[in-house]
């Protein structure tokens, strides 16, 4: 099992910045980490959409479109980690931003942090 907690989340206004983090802990007997990591986010009212994963072989992120350019993520293996920089935030980016680990097949879910971008 992969508990995950994410932290970072706040207020800001358009154009401005903020990074998350999010701090897994690899609960299993094996203590072998954990495969991928990524985040979602999911704005009220509306589905959860995909915003990037980075895999723990690869040294860079996978991003969704809508938010490619702006946010890149950076990945402490060892420790579990996953950050993710948001850069020039829009007020469309005002979501949840909930991450994720994979671990035996299985994915894993925190319960995520608040972002708000005001106009």
């Known amino acids: 099992q992969v508990q995950l907690v994410e932290s970072g989340g706040g207020l800001v206004q358009a154009g401005g910045s903020l990074r998350l983090s999010c701090v897994g802990s690899?609960?299993?007997?094996?203590?072998?980490?954990?495969?991928?990591m990524g985040w979602f986010r999911q704005a009220p009212g509306k589905e959860q959409e995909f915003v990037g994963i980075?895999?723990?072989?690869?040294?860079?992120?996978h991003y969704a479109d809508s938010v490619q350019g702006r946010f890149t993520m950076s990945r402490d293996s060892s420790k579990n980690t996953l950050y993710l920089q948001m850069d020039n935030l829009q007020p469309e980016d005002t979501a949840k931003y909930i991450c994720c680990g994979d671990q035996h097949d299985m994915r894993s879910w925190g319960r995520g942090t608040k972002v708000t971008v005001s106009s």
């Open positions: 690899d609960r299993s007997s094996e203590n072998n980490g954990i495969d991928s």
């Open positions: 980075f895999r723990r072989a690869e040294n860079f992120g």
